[in-house]
């Protein structure tokens, strides 16, 4: 967790997120007002804590991994700009000389990086994040990315990719980078990277196992290059084509 | 920056890394044998690392942002493979049972996360990072995935964007990227983010300014849905076209 991250919280009287990241973080929590919320109330919690901010209070909205990778940043913004509120930059030092809802976003580690240092160091190269989730998406347009991101021999880290209301859209897109990748590119899942439960498999492309995927898990699928050795997925950038060691 | 690190470096014994680098992190490498080195010095840097650690010395490579985003997590799987080496994952409570060279990839939160947090939320939809060095990597390649990555719509990441020995690259990866996204898609400059000298600059495909990039710059550009509003770059993920607010 980011220590930046951290002091936030530590001087916020509110904290608001999803049960399942508040729990994770419980004990920085003790002296707030806490509220949890279920999945699918982003749109309910983002104004909520919006709400709490205009009036002044310090408020902390948690999203997992960072806040501006598939989490909550965006939307924060989104609604503010439809309700058309003015919205200051944070500024540690100037922030008691000016009123109004100041806003600041605190980069974390994102989940595909903590998975990927679990793996070794399979995004060492150009890579590509993309979302399988065909709530807010359509379709077309995620099947586009993948095709594009395997075609130029992207890294893919796919994120939420597979969930009970879509149990199969992994296969599919798995069918479309096996288009451009041979089947025994690698591959991985990973589940729960750095909490409890953590669980990770190393595989290829045909052998990845989609009914081992959840909602919680990251799948990332290799490039070209990309090797599996001594258990360590690593993706070269190059560096011993050109040196010698 | 990430409290594991924090936590890593605090039970290390000797430090490498590039200068740069560990002169940001100076105060806590105050008990520590600290070994700088230069750019271009990376394979030699992470020999002399292997070694330490192979005569059971606690030994921290440092990385700016994510180790393994271009950093140097993978070079030094790729040297061990190279050199046949053991290499075993770091286990904190079996490590003192095992003999033999352990290995830990400690996360960070990359340097495009860190610049997208002080913009607003542009990697908030599927994203694709592009690194320009063509040092390792053919520019051909390179060439070809940026055309993939703006086809098909992903938010950009640019990485090593501008170096003294390869000016041009930039504006050629702007020329690609205008072919598919309008002169007026937002773009962004972040130098140095979160560091001395931090500098940032909102602006559009047609108007960045390509001699304001660095070595040490993020430039991200945005999707076809990316908005500028009150200073803020920000990639809706859809919500609002879902949900009322």
């Known amino acids: 967790m980011a220590l930046e991250a951290i002091r936030a919280l530590e001087s916020a009287e509110i904290a608001l997120g999803y049960k399942t990241y508040l729990d994770l973080i419980a004990d920085l929590l003790r002296d ?56 200051m930059e944070w500024d540690d030092e100037g922030r008691g000389g000016t009123p109004g809802f100041h806003l600041r976003i605190i980069p974390g580690i994102p989940a595909f990086n903590a998975a990927a240092s679990l793996l070794g160091a399979p995004l060492m190269h150009d890579f590509a994040a993309v979302s399988l989730s065909d709530h807010l ?4 347009v995620i099947e586009k990315r993948l095709w594009a991101a395997a075609e130029a021999d992207f890294v893919l880290a796919i994120y939420n990719p597979r969930s009970r ?32 439960g953590q669980w990770k498999c190393l595989t290829t492309l ?33 560096y011993l084509d050109k040196y010698s060691v």
Chains 1, 2 share one sequence.
């Open 32 to 87: 707030k007002i806490v509220i949890a919320s279920g999945m699918r109330k982003e749109v309910e919690r983002c104004q909520e804590a919006i709400g709490y901010a205009l009036r002044g209070r310090n408020t902390v909205l948690v999203s997992s991994g960072d806040a501006g990778i598939y989490g909550m940043a965006g939307l924060v913004l989104d609604i503010c700009r439809k309700k058309q509120l003015n919205v």
């Open 137 to 140: 998406t359509p379709w077309q």
């Open 165 to 196: 209301s879509r149990p199969d859209l992994l296969e599919k897109a798995r069918q479309i980078i096996l288009r451009h990748r041979p089947p025994e590119t690698p591959a991985a899942i990973v589940r729960q990277a750095m909490r409890e």
């Open 206 to 238: 045909a052998g990845l196992d989609v009914g081992e995927v959840d909602m919680q898990s990251v799948v990332i699928v290799g490039n070209l290059r990309t090797y599996i050795w001594q258990g360590w997925m690593v993706t070269p950038r190059g």
